[in-house]
């Protein structure tokens, strides 16, 4: 289970007496556990211990990869957002946390909550950060909610169970973000109010916005045609699917429009590195824009001048391992 101790960001493992109930922690280190498995004569534990070995790195716009350098550590599934002074604001450890990729120097915006924040965004205008923030009030529940960049003036925008991956509109106006249990893509006032569904097809891992606040992009599955998954291109104000393209590649991560909204780019992997692609919208060829030779990419974003490229890069290392009962 996930305990306050680490901020819920890694899986440790727990004895629960029972009938009684009290728990104690049997793990407590910085890997993550799972699959457990447990011997006839209960003194020894099989698991998987998993290490994560992930960065958030920067490198010119324009560059290949060579000059890439790592600016933070960071997690698996860390997303992150670039803000208008140029800073990078991570959700690694599910706070908010943020670093200067030219001096260094590394904080935390303070929004006055309980740890269980994640997938940050700052809106274009510099005014507001949204993000997911869960246990609210100690109930199991993850919401979209918006705060001042400086961390004040605190929010609330949706009432949900379980929404995920948020994202500030190109024109700072609304947010939009996946609500739980069904897959779509949401859309908020900026200021709250009635969310509104944008589209009824399912999302297939996560979307982007284009840069003209036009276009929703995101993988979906096409089950007319083979189940294979297509990139589905719809209206944000119609909520009509305007096209249905294959992939160029095998995609293996997250979907972001270009600079300029005529491509998509997204990861595929080949020899076990991943690689960002891109692909035009109007059927022409596409190309490999890194050259990267290790490593597997999650999350990428351009800075707001377009002269810097952010990715969260890395590996995991998982092994099988044995836990002994030191009991007699």
Not at 67 to 83: G, L
Not at 166 to 183: E, H, M, R, W
Not at 187 to 192: E, K, R, S, Y
Request: with cysteine.
């Amino acid at each position: 289970m996930r305990g306050a101790d680490a901020n819920y960001a890694r899986q440790q493992i727990y004895f629960v007496s029972y009938p009684g109930g009290h728990m104690d922690a049997i793990t407590r280190d910085t890997n993550n556990y799972s699959d457990l498995s447990l011997a006839a004569n209960g003194q020894i534990l099989a698991t998987v211990l998993s290490e994560e070995r992930w960065n958030l790195e920067v490198m010119p716009a324009a560059g290949n990869g060579a000059d890439v350098r790592p600016v933070a550590a960071a997690q698996m599934f860390t997303n992150f957002t670039w803000t208008k002074d140029g800073r990078l604001l991570d959700d690694k450890d599910n706070l908010l946390n943020w670093v200067d990729p030219e001096t260094g120097a590394k904080g935390v915006v303070a929004t006055g909550q309980k740890p269980g924040n994640g997938d940050p965004w700052q809106c274009a205008d510099g005014n507001y950060i949204v993000f997911l923030h869960g246990l609210q009030g100690g109930e199991a529940s993850i919401n979209v909610w918006r705060t001042d960049s400086s961390g004040g003036n605190l929010k609330q925008l949706t009432q949900d169970k379980s929404d995920n991956f948020t994202v500030c509109a190109p024109d700072s106006k609304s947010v939009f973000y996946l609500q739980g249990g069904t897959g779509y893509v949401m859309q908020v006032p900026i200021n709250g109010g009635t969310p509104r569904q944008v589209s009824d097809l399912n999302v297939a891992g996560y979307f982007d916005i284009s840069p003209d606040n036009r276009t929703l992009a995101f993988a979906t599955v096409d089950h007319a045609a083979g189940h294979e998954e297509r990139l589905a291109l719809v209206s944000v104000d119609s909520g009509k699917l305007e096209k249905k393209i294959e992939f160029q590649r095998t995609r293996t991560g997250l979907v972001h429009f270009s600079r300029d909204g005529k491509s998509i780019v997204y990861p595929i992997r080949e020899n076990n590195a991943d690689n960002l692609w891109q692909q035009p919208l109007d059927g022409s060829p596409g190309r490999q824009l890194t050259s990267f030779k290790s490593e597997h990419i999650w999350d990428y974003h351009w800075s707001p001048d377009g002269t810097k490229l952010a990715l969260v890069r890395g590996h995991t290392d998982s092994d099988v391992v044995l836990i002994r009962s030191q009991q007699p």
